[in-house]
């Protein structure tokens, strides 16, 4: 791949990220906190989601085609990037390689994520708060759920501190270090949120 194609896929790439992978995260944990105020209330708040116009259009073409083109996509640069690692911080090579992790573990939770709900509505089953509290009643499901958002909100929080650095907006040293405290504190905001939704559901 040329110099100038692989720039411009990276920013593709950083960019799927945020626009459109990032805001539908964001709204799915909107839609899953509802979970906090009570069966009723979710319901009606994933039912809305469903009367989308378009729905199956707007889940391939805004969910599921980015998702892959992201995790596939990432692959390919994770593999690339594995020899230049040496010449990294220490503490870069970790975020590096848990980017890295967490980005295969979500990609793996959000199959099963899929397969457990979505898919399950083609066999006449409804997304619904019974659904998941039948789900995260088994504790390897809910471990799996606490390890799946906990990687996702990872994931998401340091890619936008890498997405600033990949598009030249934070170059100095201390806009770098203002970004890492800032994506560390979208992570503990965006757990918590995700943490509080799944056990609302226990």
Known sequence: MSRDRAFFWRRVHSLSGLI???????????????????EEVYNQAAGLMDQLPFKYALELFVIFIPLLFHGIYGIFIAREAKMKMSVYS??????FYFQRLSGILVFI???????????QVFFGAEVNFQMVS???????????????????????SNGLRTM????????SEHSQKAAKYG??????????VGMVAIFAFV
């Open 90 to 95: 220490y503490e870069k090579n970790w975020y």
């Open 134 to 156: 039948e789900l995260v009643a088994n504790p390897f499901f809910l471990l799996f759920y606490i390890i799946g958002i906990t990687m996702a909100t990872f994931h998401f």
């Open 164 to 171: 600033l650095i990949t598009w030249g907006l934070t170059v």
């Open 183 to 192: 994506a560390i504190g979208v992570f503990v905001l965006l757990t918590g």
């Open 20 to 38: 459109p992978i990032g805001v539908f995260l964001l709204v799915h944990f909107g839609i899953n906190y509802t979970a906090f105020y009570g």
């Open 109 to 119: 939770f959000i199959i099963w994520h899929v397969w457990t709900t979505r898919v």
